[in-house]
């Protein structure tokens, strides 16, 4: 496996490829990327992975200081998982003149969940993906389905922008006992850590009575809520959405996803359970 730090060395490793399989990444990684990298290698070669800590895509005071940098453990892992080439530019590579072009997420999706708690987050997170795409000009890129809501701005960028580009989501991997794996799982106490799966319960709670017939979506979100924040969560939201939409549920609607954000002090884990909606139980 190669190691580049530059776009310039980039650009010239990939040359003639056009069979890319790519795997963005903010480095840190456990068993979800490399899940990722192993999805990305049926899906052509090279694989790529890039590791980059954006930091346009985080708000004043969010973890950009202390995300973790592991290149070391993190090339270890991704050459086990038989990744080719890894890009790990520094913000001065990625960024040598102040981004004043960026890519505007509508509002409809950039100021909705996440987004509401995250003010600029998903043009940050757009705006480097784009860059990314066009050096690495891969021809299927693949992400992870627990940032369900980035999945879903980068499916719409890619459409909308005709990038020739095939958008792969991944489901979640969990810990043994629910917990979605995530980078930031790493903040949490050993205390928080045994908690932490209580997210994964309650939207899993809000799924099983929406497919069992219950309609007051509403009301079952509310006590998720509520249950979270009686055991001493911070919650930012819980919602019940269309699950190719993300907008709320109509009586078109066929699968629908329930999604979570919520804090154990100063963590904040997302995670989110989509499910088919049988007949019997559609609005
Ligand atoms: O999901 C992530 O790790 C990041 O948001 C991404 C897609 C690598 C962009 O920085």
Same mark, same amino acid.
């Given at each position: 496996?190669?190691?580049?730090?530059?776009?310039?060395? +980039?650009?010239?490793?990939?040359? @003639?490829q056009d069979q890319t399989a790519f795997v963005p990444t903010m480095g840190n990684l456990h068993a979800g990327h490399v899940s990722l990298v192993e999805l990305a290698r049926q899906h052509g070669r090279p694989v790529v992975a890039s590791i980059f800590v954006n930091p346009l895509q985080f708000g004043a005071g969010e973890d950009f200081e202390?995300?973790?940098?592991?290149?070391?453990?993190?090339?270890? /892992?991704?050459?086990?998982?038989?990744?080719?080439?890894? *890009?790990?530019?520094?913000?001065?590579?990625?960024?040598?003149?102040?981004?004043?072009?960026?890519?505007?997420?509508?509002? %409809? +999706?950039?100021?909705?969940?996440?987004?509401?708690?995250?003010?600029?987050?998903?043009?940050?997170?757009?705006?480097?993906?784009? /860059?990314?795409? #066009?050096?690495?000009?891969?021809?299927?890129?693949? *992400? @992870?389905? /627990?940032?369900?809501?980035?999945?879903?701005?980068?499916?719409?960028?890619?459409?909308?922008?005709?990038?020739?580009?095939?958008?792969?989501?991944?489901?979640?991997?969990?810990?043994?006992?629910?917990?979605?794996?995530?980078?930031? #799982?790493?903040?949490? %106490?050993?205390?928080?850590?045994?908690?932490?799966?209580?997210?994964?319960?309650?939207?899993?709670?809000? $799924?099983?009575?929406?497919?069992? @017939?219950?309609?007051?979506?509403?009301?079952?979100? $509310?006590?998720?809520?509520?249950?979270?924040?009686?055991?001493? &969560?911070?919650?930012?939201?819980?919602?019940?959405?269309? $699950?190719?939409?993300?907008?709320?549920?109509? %009586?078109? %609607?066929?699968?629908?996803?329930?999604?979570? $954000?919520? &804090? +154990? @002090?100063?963590?904040?884990?997302?995670? #989110?359970?989509?499910?088919?909606?049988?007949?019997?139980?559609?609005?």
């Amino acid at each position: 496996m190669q190691l580049v730090h530059t776009a310039a060395e +980039l650009r010239a490793t990939l040359a @003639g490829q056009d069979q890319t399989a790519f795997v963005p990444t903010m480095g840190n990684l456990h068993a979800g990327h490399v899940s990722l990298v192993e999805l990305a290698r049926q899906h052509g070669r090279p694989v790529v992975a890039s590791i980059f800590v954006n930091p346009l895509q985080f708000g004043a005071g969010e973890d950009f200081e202390r995300y973790p940098r592991t290149l070391d453990a993190d090339c270890e /892992k991704l050459a086990a998982a038989g990744c080719d080439l890894v *890009f790990a530019p520094d913000v001065a590579e990625m960024y040598p003149v102040p981004q004043a072009f960026t890519v505007q997420v509508p509002d %409809s +999706l950039a100021g909705d969940l996440c987004g509401v708690f995250r003010p600029g987050h998903f043009g940050g997170v757009a705006t480097v993906v784009l /860059k990314l795409f #066009n050096l690495v000009q891969p021809r299927v890129a693949v *992400f @992870g389905r /627990k940032d369900y809501q980035q999945l879903r701005v980068i499916r719409e960028m890619v459409r909308q922008f005709n990038l020739p580009i095939d958008i792969v989501g991944v489901d979640t991997l969990r810990e043994a006992d629910g917990l979605a794996m995530s980078s930031r #799982n790493g903040y949490l %106490s050993a205390t928080e850590r045994q908690q932490a799966p209580q997210l994964q319960r309650e939207l899993a709670t809000v $799924a099983a009575a929406v497919r069992a @017939g219950e309609r007051d979506y509403g009301a079952l979100c $509310a006590d998720a809520m509520r249950h979270l924040k009686m055991a001493g &969560w911070r919650v930012d939201y819980v919602e019940l959405r269309d $699950a190719a939409t993300l907008a709320g549920p109509t %009586s078109d %609607s066929r699968r629908l996803v329930v999604l979570g $954000a919520a &804090w +154990l @002090g100063t963590t904040r884990l997302i995670d #989110n359970v989509d499910f088919d909606l049988p007949a019997s139980a559609r609005p």
